[in-house]
Nanobody
Framework: VQLQASGGGLVQAGGSLKLSCAVS????????MGWYRQAPGKQRELVAR???????TYADSVKGRCTISRDAAKNTAYLQMNSLKVEDTAVYYC??????????????WGQGTLVTISS
């Protein structure tokens, strides 16, 4: 199972970015998709997560600024980030939980995309 993440980059504080994560494997049943981030010297933390049925979870630090959505037909999740802050700087990792033919429900991680917010 391969995850293709994109959308990271360098923006000024107050700006916006949209991350995307696509599951490239066909016949993959998604249970949940989400984004985690890891800043230098810190532990990886949940940013946002969306489960089948549309339920979402957000870190307190991004509530009101980020929106996670999913295109089920494309097995792609999006993270719209607005009003970005310097402290949002981190490597963002896509996370997917799902199953495919012959493989039971498993957690997968993308390669990480760097988001840098300048002051």
């Amino acid at each position: 199972v391969q995850l293709q993440a994109s959308g990271g980059g360098l923006v000024q504080a107050g700006g916006s970015l949209k991350l995307s994560c696509a599951v490239s494997t066909i016949m993959f049943t998604v249970n949940a998709m989400g984004w985690y981030r890891q800043a230098p010297g810190k532990q990886r933390e949940l940013v946002a997560r969306i489960v089948n049925g549309g339920g979402t979870t957000y870190a307190d630090s991004v509530k009101g600024r980020c929106t996670i959505s999913r295109d089920a037909a494309k097995n792609t999740a999006y993270l719209q980030m607005n009003s970005l802050k310097v402290e949002d700087t981190a490597v963002y990792y896509c996370n997917v939980v799902g199953a495919t033919e012959g493989i039971p429900r498993t957690e997968y991680w993308g390669q990480g995309t760097l988001v840098t917010i300048s002051s």
